[in-house]
């Protein structure tokens, strides 16, 4: 397991490089901004497939990761 400034560095990083600076600090306020409860977007996120979607998205997913 990361040390926690190891840890909130490399999601900085990995924001940064998919959302560009702009977008990564405005994600970031939005986040810090809304109350967000992340087991209840969780809980929805995939409201609208099975397990073996979800798997099958997340398996193809892993061939295509670069980090």
Do not use: P
Not at 7 to 12: I, N, Y
Not at 27 to 40: G, M, P, W
């Amino acid at each position: 397991m990361r040390a926690d400034n190891t840890l909130r560095l490399d999601a900085m990083n990995l924001l940064v490089k998919g959302l560009g600076e702009v977008e990564a600090e405005r994600f970031i306020y939005l986040v810090k901004r809304e109350r967000f409860d992340y087991t209840e977007w969780q809980r929805d996120l995939w409201s609208d497939k099975t397990i073996d979607e979800v798997f099958t998205l997340a398996s193809e997913r892993e061939k295509t990761r670069t980090i």
